[in-house]
């Protein structure tokens, strides 16, 4: 019932009621007959008609069965099919992080407030994964485009497809998954998949939150970066007014963690329940001379 309660809705999966085109699969907005707004994540067919990357397909179902947290995405349910396969979650409004990043107009509605939640959101999402799971879940390709927001901007991570169970006293060695630009550098030499990889492309989008934009080009230059007296206040979104008081504070510290994050050494790097636990602390409110001239090799 629920199936042709889908077919309905999306009259056959029409590309009118198709929100965002994914490498392995299209998400489709659909109303069912009670009302409820579902986002449904249809795969894409393979060319002998069968389901093209089924292992993402029962990666994500086998992890979001397992999963249940205020930041990760509500899965209701899957359907495998001969003519369409697909996964069915909770409707966010909002869509991407990305595209909101992306727009000045909704942008500008990120307001420091806002922004310092979606990065807590993600913090305690991916420590929940790593350290309240067993055995442990690694998501392995957290990006802005994977974390969607709902009609008040809290943050949800989304996209389970590459995510990894790590089995304890067993090799964890993989083949390269990820979106270039967030993940970990030691990926280039080595394949084993550990929690490690997630913080660094935690430090990726954190950065991306306080930017608005892909902290690329600063990530690549740190060390010279480091050398300079680049100051924070010029280093945040100029398209929403800076932060004060506490908020001030906390986009500070979320940097700091950030970068701490992009280490280039794994076993240099905080785990997720440190970070969490470091941007839920309560921090003495700087006054706002000390904000404006506090230089960024200070926090790198």
């Excluded at 697909?86 to 000045?104: A, Q, T």
């Excluded at 690694?138 to 169970?165: E, P, V």
Aim: charge should be neutral.
């Amino acid at each position: 019932m629920v199936y042709e309660s889908i077919i309905e809705a999306t009259e056959g999966f029409n590309s009118k009621y198709c929100i965002g085109v994914g490498g392995s699969a299209s998400v489709y907005k659909a109303e069912l007959q009670t009302g409820q707004v579902v986002a449904v994540k249809k795969l894409h067919q393979s060319e002998n008609g069968g389901t093209a990357n089924l292992k993402a397909f029962t990666s994500e179902i086998n992890a979001l069965t397992e999963v249940r947290h205020r930041n990760i995405v509500r899965f209701y349910g899957y359907c495998l099919h001969s003519s369409h396969s697909f996964l069915l979650y909770e409707f966010l409004e909002r869509g991407s992080l990305v595209k909101m990043l992306r727009n000045k107009a909704t942008a500008i509605e990120l307001d420091w407030g806002t922004r310092v939640n979606i990065i807590k959101g993600v913090a305690d999402a991916l420590c929940y994964l790593h350290s309240e799971c067993f055995p442990p879940l690694i998501h392995r390709d957290i990006t802005s485009n994977n974390i969607l927001l709902d009609d008040k901007c809290m943050a949800y991570i989304s996209d389970f497809g590459t995510s990894r169970i790590l089995k304890p006293n067993s090799s964890n060695w993989t083949a390269f998954v990820g979106t270039f630009g967030y993940s970990a550098p030691e990926l280039a030499y080595t394949m084993e998949a550990n929690e490690k990889c997630d913080v660094y492309s935690f430090g990726v989008v954190t950065l991306e939150v306080i930017m608005g934009r892909h902290p690329g080009d600063l990530i690549s230059s740190m060390s010279s970066v480091a050398a300079h007296q680049i100051l924070f206040k010029d280093f945040i979104d100029q398209r929403v007014p800076p932060p004060t008081d506490q908020l001030a504070e906390e986009m500070i510290n979320a940097a700091r963690l950030a970068f701490a994050c992009l280490n280039a050494s794994p076993l240099s790097r905080p785990s997720m329940q440190q970070v969490s636990q470091q941007l839920s602390k309560l921090k003495p409110v700087p006054s706002c001379r000390q904000f404006h001239t506090v230089p960024l090799k200070q926090l790198i």
